[in-house]
């Protein structure tokens, strides 16, 4: 097998990997979710992270953020999806998660700046959402808001544009669900994980 096939099937194994013990912290706290779909889901992700940084596009430094967003991503959306919750059984500890990531990322190549930023991002992105729903109870969750301030912290470190491009394509991804679904109610969180996932994995492009 050619080294990059074998790095990119260890890749998404490992990612598949990910979801069962996610599926398992879910169903504990009554959100079941899909194993397989999670299972591929992360799969695809991690796969697809792994590609950008074997083609030279992505600084190895970068990687393990995007990697860590996308394990917690995968069986966050679906839980969602599935029983409009974000529970805090996965929304909190991807504090800790992405902050290690996040400090890998600033001690392996990245510098100090990436961890300024992912604090101040926490705090803005956090902090914003916390307003919306204040202002408007209906239009957000309490989960929203919690997941809100960890992926704060991915856009922060990914680069300041990274976190109002995240916000709007945020909405306007759930704003087109809304639309084609005709639903009064449309989660908003695979929305915000999607949109942050897209600046993770391309934070230049932001």
């Given at each position: 097998m050619p080294p990059t096939i074998f790095v990119l099937a260890t890749a998404a194994a490992a990612g598949a990997a990910t979801a069962p013990p996610a599926a398992w912290a879910l169903d504990r706290v009554k959100a079941p979710i899909p194993v397989r779909r999670a299972a591929v889901l992360a799969a695809v992700g991690v796969l697809l992270v792994t590609a950008c940084w074997?083609?030279?596009?992505?600084?190895?430094?970068?990687?393990?953020?995007?990697?860590?967003?996308?394990?917690?991503?995968?069986?966050?959306?679906?839980?969602?999806?599935?029983?409009?919750?974000?529970?805090?059984?996965?929304?909190?500890?991807?504090?800790?998660?992405?902050g290690a990531a996040i400090g890998a990322a600033a001690l392996g190549g990245g510098g100090p700046s990436?961890?300024?930023?992912?604090?101040?991002?926490?705090?803005?992105?956090?902090?914003a959402h916390a307003a919306v729903r204040s202002a408007a109870p209906h239009s957000l969750g309490a989960g929203d808001v919690k997941l809100a301030g960890s992926l704060g912290a991915v856009l922060g470190a990914a680069g300041w544009p990274a976190l109002a491009v995240a916000a709007v394509l945020a909405a306007l991804l759930s704003l087109a669900v809304a639309l084609v679904q005709r639903a009064r109610r449309v989660p908003h969180g695979?929305?915000?994980?999607?949109?942050t996932w897209l600046c993770a994995l391309f934070p230049g492009a932001a």
């Open positions: 074997l083609a030279g596009s992505r600084p190895a430094w970068w990687l393990p953020v995007p990697l860590a967003l996308t394990v917690v991503a995968a069986p966050l959306a679906l839980a969602d999806l599935r029983h409009l919750r974000l529970p805090d059984v996965l929304t909190l500890p991807a504090y800790p998660l992405f990436v961890a300024v930023r992912a604090a101040a991002g926490a705090l803005l992105f956090g902090a695979p929305a915000l994980l999607a949109a």
